[in-house]
T-cell receptor, first 112, second 114 residues
Framework: QKEVEQDPGPLSVPEGAIVSLNCTYSNSAFQYFMWYRQYSRKGPELLMY????GNKEDGRFTAQVDKSSKYISLFIRDSQPSDSATYLCAMSSFNRDDKIIFGKGTRLHILP | KAGVTQTPRYLIKTRGQQVTLSCSPI?????VSWYQQTPGQGLQFLFEYFSETQRNKGNFPGRFSGRQFSNSRSEMNVSTLELGDSALYLCASSSASGSTGELFFGEGSRLTVL
């Protein structure tokens, strides 16, 4: 079992729809959870991060962590064509001697 | 503030050759991490350097090596290239070491091995 599992998609949704992206993980030591967005021919950029369990909202984006189920989600409301990108979940134990583990990424297409 | 700069952006090599990739981190950042990205495996951690010391290493063969200079610039080298080494190599800099800081990625060096 991989440490982080993420459905690669592609996921195609119409403009304005709510998008749900998810990852599962196996390492119970993870406590720092991130979502990175990667546009074509670009490097990933940090979109949101959360510590431990709970929700965090930033504009149209909501990140949700359920540590009991080892499951994290990213919701995008009122999706726009400019949201079309690959979304990578990432997580770590938040330790100086540890590394950040990434999911494979989900390709998202928002259809105008 | 200038971002992370990686050179070269694209390169083509043949099996058995070696390659050196360069990364200039954001000014003031002392941590540089390298990742390999492929469609099949996603983003896989190669190694991290902090203040010229390798802090962490991923599960890659010894053909993959790196170093960091006193100005925080980093290079990675792949020797005896194999077809499977074709990938996008991403460098990320951070103000903190390990998994405690935000990673700022460059645009990557796309390596094709023929």
């Amino acid at each position: 079992q991989k440490e982080v599992e993420q459905d690669p998609g592609p996921l195609s949704v119409p403009e304005g729809a709510i998008v749900s992206l998810n990852c599962t993980y196996s390492n119970s030591a993870f406590q720092y959870f991130m979502w990175y967005r990667q546009y074509s021919r670009k490097g990933p950029e940090l979109l949101m991060y959360t510590y431990s369990s709970g929700n965090k909202e930033d504009g149209r984006f909501t990140a949700q962590v359920d540590k009991s189920s080892k499951y994290i989600s990213l919701f995008i409301r009122d999706s726009q064509p400019s949201d079309s990108a690959t979304y990578l979940c990432a997580m770590s134990s938040f330790n100086r001697d540890d590394k950040i583990i990434f999911g494979k990424g989900t390709r998202l297409h928002i259809l105008p | 503030k200038a971002g992370v700069t990686q050179t070269p952006r694209y390169l083509i090599k043949t099996r058995g050759q070696q390659v050196t990739l360069s990364c200039s981190p954001i000014s003031g950042h002392r941590s540089v991490s390298w990742y390999q990205q492929t469609p099949g495996q996603g983003l896989q951690f190669l190694f991290e350097y902090f203040s010229e010391t390798q802090r962490n290493k991923g599960n890659f063969p010894g053909r993959f090596s790196g170093r960091q200079f006193s100005n925080s610039r980093s290079e990675m080298n792949v020797s005896t290239l194999e077809l499977g080494d074709s990938a996008l190599y991403l460098c990320a800099s951070s103000s903190a070491s390990g998994s405690t800081g935000e990673l700022f990625f460059g645009e990557g060096s796309r390596l094709t091995v023929l």
